[in-house]
């Protein structure tokens, strides 16, 4: 139709709803409708720390775990989404192989957002690797606690049980 434009309007991509609305389509993994709204706010304003993030996001969970590291490395230090991105930046480090960055990123990340129950899951994987079990129980516990309907984490724990040989608390949870 004449007059009308592909491009959103510059006031409705300053929506900050938008960001909200993408953070919510990324957690219930509707990964489609979080790429259109981060771009939406990305093309008017490319530094918006949260965009950025759920970009990085986005980038790890379709396996460009490379640029994703680079990206939540550069917003690591910033205070609004820091913690955040030290959560991201672990686990896309535990992808890649790198358990001992993968842990300090996950350590600092849970020292400044005690919240972040993906960084609590993923340190409890590592602490699996390394055998420490009671790490990765408290680990896995405190990950439960934050998000007690995830199927994820009582299929981790699970299997982190199994390891212990543990395997009437390993039924429990699975």
Do not use: C, H
């Not at 005690?114 to 602490?127: D, E, F, T």
């Not at 299929?155 to 040989?165: A, D, E, K, T």
Request: proline fraction near 4%.
């Amino acid at each position: 139709r004449p007059g009308l434009s592909a491009a959103p309007a510059p006031e409705a991509a300053r929506d900050p709803r938008l960001m909200d609305w993408a953070e919510k389509a990324l957690a219930q993994d509707r990964l489609g409708d979080a790429r259109k709204l981060t771009d939406r706010v990305l093309s008017s304003e490319p530094a918006n720390a949260r965009a950025r993030l759920v970009a990085a996001e986005l980038q790890l969970a379709q396996g460009q775990t490379e640029a994703a590291v680079r990206e939540f490395e550069e917003l690591s230090e910033d205070s609004n989404v820091g913690a955040r991105a030290l959560q991201g930046q672990g686990i896309a480090l535990v992808r890649a192989g790198e358990a001992p960055r993968a842990q300090s990123a996950l350590e600092k990340a849970v020292e400044r957002e005690p919240g972040l129950w993906r960084a609590w899951n993923a340190l409890g994987y590592l602490l699996d690797v390394q055998g420490d079990a009671a790490g990765a129980e408290r680990a896995y516990g405190k990950a439960l606690a934050l998000n007690e309907r995830s199927a994820v984490l009582y299929n981790n724990r699970g299997f982190s049980r199994l390891m212990q040989r543990k395997a009437d608390a390993a039924a429990e949870d699975f």
